[in-house]
């Protein structure tokens, strides 16, 4: 025990490195799923852009989002969080679908 830890006061400086330690490797784990999952889409975006497919599919978006809800229940996670962050990645997604198919497009100047 340190000099300011004792049974009163515990100290809570090893529980916090041992789950910040947790912390840092979930956010690994998800920063490279998230780089797959664009890399994926990327590949969707070429594809709709060289079939002239919109970048937007309401129809998918409806389906994932009622399987991500029962995901979101069952694992515990926060639904509204969850649509949240469905939104925002989709809402990237749509974009870099968007600059992929200006880049294909045939104004575009290259
Ligand atoms: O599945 C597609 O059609 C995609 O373009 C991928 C994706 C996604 O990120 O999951 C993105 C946009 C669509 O509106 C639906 C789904």
Redesign the pocket.
Known sequence: MTSKQNSTHPDPTGQLTTLRERIDNIDAALIYMLAE?FRC?ND??KL?AAFQLP????T??KE?LTRLHALAKDSGLDVTFTEKFFAF??GH??AN?EAIAAEHSPESDS
Not at 55 to 58: G, K, L, Q, R, S
């Open positions: 999952r889409t969707v975006g709709k970048a937007c599919d309401p998918r978006e994932q990645l989709v997604v749509i679908h």
